[in-house]
């Protein structure tokens, strides 16, 4: 596997929510540029 830049989603088979994972890269991207 290679790797993800950016969010990953999550579906759980429990409840078929969908989650989205964050990576620490990132989640420090979204903090140090955050969109708009």
């Given at each position: 596997?290679?790797?993800?830049?950016?969010?990953?989603?999550?579906?759980?088979?429990?409840?078929?929510?969908?989650?989205?994972?964050?990576?620490?890269?990132?989640?420090?991207?979204?903090?140090?540029?955050p969109?708009?």
């Open positions: 596997g290679g790797s993800q830049s950016g969010p990953m989603t999550y579906v759980s088979p429990k409840t078929g929510k969908q989650y989205i994972l964050l990576t620490a890269a990132a989640a420090r991207q979204l903090i140090l540029s969109p708009g």
